[in-house]
Protein backbone atom coordinates (compact mmCIF):
# COMPACT_ATOMS: atom_id res chain seq x y z
CA UNK A 1 0.00 0.00 0.00
CA UNK A 2 0.97 3.99 -0.46
CA UNK A 3 -0.84 6.54 1.32
CA UNK A 4 -4.40 4.40 0.36
CA UNK A 5 -3.35 3.21 -2.61
CA UNK A 6 -4.00 -0.60 -3.10
CA UNK A 7 -1.08 -2.69 -4.99
CA UNK A 8 -3.53 -3.21 -7.89
CA UNK A 9 -4.30 0.42 -8.30
CA UNK A 10 -0.51 0.93 -8.52
CA UNK A 11 -0.22 -1.75 -10.98
CA UNK A 12 -3.07 -0.37 -13.38
CA UNK A 13 -1.04 3.22 -13.19
CA UNK A 14 2.14 1.12 -13.93
CA UNK A 15 0.43 -0.65 -17.06
CA UNK A 16 -1.44 3.15 -18.37
CA UNK A 17 2.24 4.58 -18.41
CA UNK A 18 3.55 2.04 -20.75
CA UNK A 19 0.84 1.91 -22.88
CA UNK A 20 0.55 5.89 -22.86
CA UNK A 21 4.27 5.53 -23.44
CA UNK A 22 4.44 3.01 -26.21
CA UNK A 23 7.05 1.07 -23.54
CA UNK A 24 6.44 -2.67 -23.02
CA UNK A 25 5.85 -3.60 -19.69
CA UNK A 26 7.80 -6.71 -18.95
CA UNK A 27 7.73 -7.44 -15.82
CA UNK A 28 6.03 -6.80 -12.58
CA UNK A 29 8.05 -6.88 -9.05
CA UNK A 30 6.70 -6.42 -5.25
CA UNK A 31 7.87 -6.69 -2.29
CA UNK A 32 4.31 -6.54 -0.28
CA UNK A 33 4.44 -5.85 3.55
CA UNK A 34 8.16 -4.62 3.49
CA UNK A 35 9.48 -1.10 4.44
CA UNK A 36 11.04 1.62 2.32
CA UNK A 37 13.48 2.46 4.81
CA UNK A 38 16.23 0.36 3.27
CA UNK A 39 16.53 -2.13 -0.27
CA UNK A 40 19.03 -4.37 2.10
CA UNK A 41 16.31 -6.58 2.45
CA UNK A 42 13.98 -6.03 -0.78
CA UNK A 43 14.19 -8.75 -2.93
CA UNK A 44 12.16 -7.60 -5.52
CA UNK A 45 13.70 -4.10 -5.72
CA UNK A 46 16.97 -5.97 -6.32
CA UNK A 47 15.50 -8.33 -8.79
CA UNK A 48 14.26 -5.58 -10.81
CA UNK A 49 17.53 -3.67 -10.52
CA UNK A 50 19.86 -6.94 -11.96
CA UNK A 51 16.77 -7.20 -14.46
CA UNK A 52 17.11 -3.73 -16.15
CA UNK A 53 19.33 -3.13 -19.08
CA UNK A 54 20.11 -0.25 -21.68
CA UNK A 55 17.22 2.01 -22.57
CA UNK A 56 14.71 0.02 -19.95
CA UNK A 57 12.53 1.64 -17.73
CA UNK A 58 11.83 1.26 -14.03
CA UNK A 59 8.83 2.61 -13.24
CA UNK A 60 6.96 2.90 -9.90
CA UNK A 61 4.14 4.38 -8.45
CA UNK A 62 5.78 6.05 -5.91
CA UNK A 63 9.78 7.21 -5.33
CA UNK A 64 8.91 5.61 -1.43
CA UNK A 65 8.13 2.48 -2.75
CA UNK A 66 11.59 1.97 -4.05
CA UNK A 67 13.25 3.80 -0.92
CA UNK A 68 12.69 6.21 2.08
CA UNK A 69 17.04 6.43 1.71
CA UNK A 70 19.08 8.97 0.32
CA UNK A 71 22.24 6.81 0.30
CA UNK A 72 20.02 3.67 -1.76
CA UNK A 73 18.09 6.33 -3.70
CA UNK A 74 21.31 8.10 -5.29
CA UNK A 75 22.88 4.27 -5.55
CA UNK A 76 20.02 3.30 -7.45
CA UNK A 77 20.36 6.96 -9.86
CA UNK A 78 24.31 5.44 -10.10
CA UNK A 79 22.88 2.19 -11.02
CA UNK A 80 20.24 3.24 -13.33
CA UNK A 81 23.21 5.42 -14.81
CA UNK A 82 25.80 2.66 -15.67
CA UNK A 83 23.40 0.51 -17.29
CA UNK A 84 21.65 3.16 -19.36
CA UNK A 85 18.27 2.60 -17.49
CA UNK A 86 16.02 5.14 -16.72
CA UNK A 87 13.50 5.57 -13.31
CA UNK A 88 10.03 6.73 -13.54
CA UNK A 89 8.27 7.90 -10.48
CA UNK A 90 4.39 8.42 -11.29
CA UNK A 91 3.59 10.44 -8.01
CA UNK A 92 6.36 12.62 -8.17
CA UNK A 93 6.00 12.69 -12.64
CA UNK A 94 9.91 11.83 -12.52
CA UNK A 95 11.40 10.93 -15.57
CA UNK A 96 15.22 10.80 -15.41
CA UNK A 97 14.82 10.30 -19.82
CA UNK A 98 15.60 14.09 -19.37
CA UNK A 99 18.47 16.28 -17.54
CA UNK A 100 15.45 18.33 -15.92
CA UNK A 101 14.47 14.77 -14.53
CA UNK A 102 17.69 13.62 -13.17
CA UNK A 103 18.12 17.06 -11.18
CA UNK A 104 14.42 16.32 -9.49
CA UNK A 105 15.39 12.67 -8.62
CA UNK A 106 18.09 13.66 -6.79
CA UNK A 107 16.16 16.78 -5.16
CA UNK A 108 13.62 14.87 -3.84
CA UNK A 109 15.64 11.93 -2.90
CA UNK A 110 17.61 14.83 -0.61
CA UNK A 111 14.08 15.62 0.72
CA UNK A 112 12.79 12.50 1.30
CA UNK A 113 16.03 11.89 3.60
CA UNK A 114 15.38 15.38 5.27
CA UNK A 115 11.75 14.57 6.30
CA UNK A 116 12.54 11.26 7.44
CA UNK A 117 15.11 13.08 10.03
CA UNK A 118 12.89 15.62 10.84
CA UNK A 119 10.35 13.13 11.69
CA UNK A 120 13.23 10.96 13.57
CA UNK A 121 14.13 14.11 15.52
CA UNK A 122 10.32 14.42 16.55
CA UNK A 123 10.19 10.90 18.44
CA UNK A 124 13.37 11.06 19.98
CA UNK A 125 12.39 14.15 21.59
CA UNK A 126 8.87 12.42 22.73
CA UNK A 127 10.54 9.52 24.21
CA UNK A 128 12.79 11.92 25.76
CA UNK A 129 9.79 13.90 27.22
CA UNK A 130 8.07 10.56 28.41
CA UNK A 131 11.18 8.89 30.08
CA UNK A 132 11.57 12.21 31.77
CA UNK A 133 7.55 12.47 33.54
CA UNK A 134 7.82 7.94 33.97
CA UNK A 135 6.13 6.95 31.31
CA UNK A 136 6.57 3.27 29.65
CA UNK A 137 8.70 3.53 25.99
CA UNK A 138 9.71 0.78 23.93
CA UNK A 139 8.03 -2.52 22.51
CA UNK A 140 5.48 -3.68 24.50
CA UNK A 141 5.86 -7.85 24.80
CA UNK A 142 3.51 -9.91 23.06
CA UNK A 143 0.85 -11.29 25.33
CA UNK A 144 0.81 -8.26 27.18
CA UNK A 145 -0.85 -4.75 27.02
CA UNK A 146 -0.16 -1.29 28.56
CA UNK A 147 -2.05 -0.49 31.89
CA UNK A 148 -4.33 2.86 31.75
CA UNK A 149 -1.59 4.84 33.66
CA UNK A 150 0.32 4.40 30.99
CA UNK A 151 3.21 2.76 32.53
CA UNK A 152 2.46 -0.72 34.06
CA UNK A 153 1.95 -4.08 31.72
CA UNK A 154 -1.03 -6.12 32.25
CA UNK A 155 -1.45 -9.52 30.86
CA UNK A 156 -3.63 -9.78 27.42
CA UNK A 157 -6.12 -12.88 27.50
CA UNK A 158 -6.35 -13.64 24.29
CA UNK A 159 -2.82 -13.27 23.47
CA UNK A 160 -1.50 -15.10 26.23
CA UNK A 161 -3.50 -18.03 25.08
CA UNK A 162 -2.25 -17.63 21.25
CA UNK A 163 1.51 -17.51 23.08
CA UNK A 164 0.24 -21.09 24.86
CA UNK A 165 -0.83 -22.56 21.84
CA UNK A 166 2.51 -21.51 20.00
CA UNK A 167 4.87 -23.09 22.74
CA UNK A 168 2.74 -26.10 23.09
CA UNK A 169 2.68 -26.78 19.25
CA UNK A 170 6.57 -26.69 19.42
CA UNK A 171 6.85 -29.01 22.41
CA UNK A 172 4.79 -30.90 20.10
CA UNK A 173 7.62 -31.49 17.37
CA UNK A 174 5.81 -28.76 15.22
CA UNK A 175 8.39 -27.21 12.89
CA UNK A 176 8.15 -23.01 12.74
CA UNK A 177 6.92 -23.54 8.85
CA UNK A 178 4.21 -25.79 10.28
CA UNK A 179 3.58 -23.83 13.07
CA UNK A 180 2.92 -20.86 11.25
CA UNK A 181 0.97 -22.65 8.30
CA UNK A 182 -1.82 -23.83 11.41
CA UNK A 183 -1.85 -20.57 12.89
CA UNK A 184 -3.07 -18.62 9.44
CA UNK A 185 -4.95 -21.79 8.67
CA UNK A 186 -7.04 -21.62 11.86
CA UNK A 187 -7.50 -17.99 10.88
CA UNK A 188 -5.50 -16.58 13.96
CA UNK A 189 -4.47 -12.95 13.76
CA UNK A 190 -1.57 -11.58 14.82
CA UNK A 191 -1.40 -8.16 17.33
CA UNK A 192 -1.08 -5.85 13.52
CA UNK A 193 -4.13 -7.93 11.90
CA UNK A 194 -2.17 -9.92 9.62
CA UNK A 195 -1.45 -13.22 8.97
CA UNK A 196 1.73 -15.52 10.69
CA UNK A 197 5.14 -15.31 9.14
CA UNK A 198 7.83 -17.28 10.45
CA UNK A 199 10.37 -14.90 11.04
CA UNK A 200 7.63 -13.50 13.84
CA UNK A 201 7.06 -17.23 15.47
CA UNK A 202 10.78 -17.25 15.42
CA UNK A 203 11.00 -13.91 17.84
CA UNK A 204 8.48 -14.70 19.81
CA UNK A 205 9.78 -18.22 20.56
CA UNK A 206 12.84 -16.59 21.30
CA UNK A 207 11.74 -14.12 23.55
CA UNK A 208 9.20 -16.56 25.94
Request: hydrophobic share 40%.
Amino acid sequence: MDDGVSLEAQQAKIEAWCLANDYELVKIYRDEGISGKSMANRDGLLQAMDFLGRDSVLVTYSMSRISRNIRDMLDIGDELQKKGANLVSLTEKIDTTSAAGKMIFNMLAVMNQFERDQISERTTAALQYKKSIGQRIGTIPYGYSLADDGVHLIKNQQEQEILSNIMTLRKQGYSLRKITAQLNADGVMTRRGSEWRVQYIHNLLKAA
